[in-house]
Nanobody, 115 residues
Framework: QVQLVESGGGLVQPGGSLRLSCKAS????????VGWHRQVPGKEREFVAH????????NYSDSVKGRFTISRDNAKNTVYLQMNGLKPEDTAVYYC????????WGQGTQVTVSS
C-alpha cells in the first residue's frame, strides 16, 4: 500500500518559516522523483517543487524560487520542504507526491500565512 503522510503545517505570520515533512511507505522511495504541490479551494492544484532520485536536480515554481528549498533523505523515506519568507499568498493545502505509477498523493497539510 503506497502511502504518503505530510506533517509540519500550521499558522505562521508573514515573513515566518515552516518545514514540511512527508514520510513515504509502500514503494521504493529512492527510485522515484518526489515533490510538492499546493491547492487553494476553487483553484487548480499548483506545482511547487520536485527533486530527482539522488537529489541532484531540483525544480521550483517561479513563485517560490529563492524562498523554498526541497530536499530528501532516502534512508528515512522522507521528503522535506523548507519554507522561508512566507507570504499570505502561500496559504494553501500542501500535498506531497511521488512519480509512481499511478502517481501517489498524500492527504495534505494546511499552511496558513496571516497576521
Amino acid at each position: 500500500q503506497v502511502q504518503l503522510v505530510e506533517s509540519g503545517g500550521g499558522l505562521v505570520q508573514p515573513g515566518g518559516s515552516l518545514r514540511l515533512s512527508c514520510k513515504a511507505s509502500g514503494f521504493t522511495f529512492s527510485k522515484h522523483v518526489v515533490g510538492w504541490h499546493r491547492q487553494v479551494p476553487g483553484k487548480e492544484r499548483e506545482f511547487v517543487a520536485h527533486i530527482t532520485t539522488s537529489g541532484s536536480i531540483k525544480n521550483y515554481s517561479d513563485s517560490v524560487k529563492g524562498r523554498f528549498t526541497i530536499s530528501r533523505d532516502n534512508a528515512k523515506n522522507t521528503v522535506y520542504l523548507q519554507m522561508n519568507g512566507l507570504k499570505p499568498e502561500d496559504t494553501a493545502v500542501y500535498y506531497c507526491n511521488a512519480w509512481t505509477t499511478p502517481r501517489a498523493w498524500g492527504q495534505g497539510t494546511q499552511v496558513t500565512v496571516s497576521s
